[in-house]
């Protein structure tokens, strides 16, 4: 089993969902620090500052995380990645760790200020 935390689109309910579905075998709400921002169809993550970034725990099957790097564009470390996959804790629960997909910088987007694709998502329509 693996713990990836997701923030975006995978989100349950959310439109890549289905791609973690058949892999998903538990759910927790949770938070990390950084900041979001808008590529326009789904957000991207800085792991700076301390804004709380909600998001939810997925415990997977180990095979989901080949899916998954498939989705993000993250090809392994030192390649040229659309994400990197990197070690993270939770905000609020530390002993809660796992992997989360993120980029280096913002590329320029806006910065989403309400902390929470779903908020935000939900405030454009």
Known sequence: MICVFVYGTLLTGEVN????????????PGAVCGRLYDFGPYPGLVLEGEERIEGE???????????LDALE?????????DYERVWVRDALRPEREGWIYVWNDSRGCAPIREGSWRVYVKKKS
């Open 73 to 81: 564009e993250y090809y392994g470390p030192g390649q040229s990645n």
């Open 57 to 67: 725990w997925f415990q997977l099957d180990d095979e989901a995380l080949v899916h």
């Open 17 to 28: 969902h289905h791609i973690a579905a058949p892999y998903l075998r538990h759910v927790e």
